[in-house]
């Protein structure tokens, strides 16, 4: 069964930094872009961050940039989002996803770039990250 499978989330302190692994499992992701999105108790959706197939064009939502870092491994199948400087308000459900197309579905408004969760065909079932001291 295709699927995506998130791991590496945890309790951190502020100011810590985690490492987020999203394996596919059943398809390839050579060609298919990858995001990830959080989302936290009482709060929509969001998109955090995504990595195009091919040049690995990377897009980041303005509140992590600096601190989080996407990347992917088409030979392991598998796509990281490394966060550092954890805040508590990072504090979420994190989900990563895969589009069909190679590059990110993403729109341009405001200076910042903002992910089309809509085009996202394939979902994992997150990982908690919590950050408290």
């Known amino acids: 069964q295709a699927q995506l499978v998130e791991s590496g989330g945890g309790l951190v302190q502020p100011g810590g930094s985690l490492r987020l692994s999203c394996a596919a499992v059943g398809f390839t992701l050579d060609y298919r872009s990858v995001g990830w999105f959080r989302q936290a108790p009482g709060k929509e959706r969001e998109g955090v961050s995504c990595i195009s197939a091919g040049d690995g064009t990377t897009y980041y939502t303005d509140s992590v940039k600096g601190r989080f870092t996407i990347s992917r491994d088409n030979d392991n199948k598998r796509a990281y989002l490394q966060i550092d400087s954890l805040k508590p308000e990072d504090t979420a459900v994190y989900y990563c996803?895969?589009?069909?197309?190679?590059?990110?579905?993403?729109?341009?408004?405001?200076?910042?770039?903002?992910?089309?969760?809509?085009?996202?065909?394939?979902w994992g079932r997150g990982t908690q990250v919590t950050v408290s001291s």
């Open positions: 996803a895969a589009d069909f197309r190679a590059r990110c579905p993403v729109y341009y408004s405001g200076g910042s770039y903002y992910l089309i969760s809509e085009n996202f065909a394939s």
